[in-house]
């Protein structure tokens, strides 16, 4: 199991303060689109995983899975 930081807006927002350096705020930011994009690959990848009956628990048609486990992870 693998677990990500979800970091908001608001806790991002606190590096914004005076004093923080910018170099450390590009570098958090920057942290916090790659984790993000990490996060949606690893989604996108177990949808191909999941049997059809899973896909209903979840609310999917076989086919909306596939459309969703083919976008490429950098889009939303």
């Known amino acids: 199991?693998?677990?990500?930081?979800?970091?908001?807006?608001?806790?991002?927002?606190?590096?914004n303060q005076r004093g923080t350096p910018i170099l450390?705020?590009?570098?958090v930011?920057?942290?916090?689109?790659?984790?993000?994009?990490?996060?949606?690959?690893r989604t996108r990848q177990a949808l191909k995983q999941l049997e059809p009956?899973?896909?209903n628990d979840v609310g999917l048609t076989p086919k909306q899975a596939h459309d969703e486990s083919i976008r490429v992870f950098w889009k939303a």
């Open 29 to 41: 930011k920057f942290a916090v689109c790659v984790t993000t994009m990490a996060s949606r690959r």
């Open 53 to 55: 009956w899973q896909l």
């Open 1 to 15: 199991m693998t677990q990500t930081l979800t970091l908001s807006t608001e806790n991002v927002a606190i590096l």
């Open 24 to 27: 450390a705020v590009i570098a």
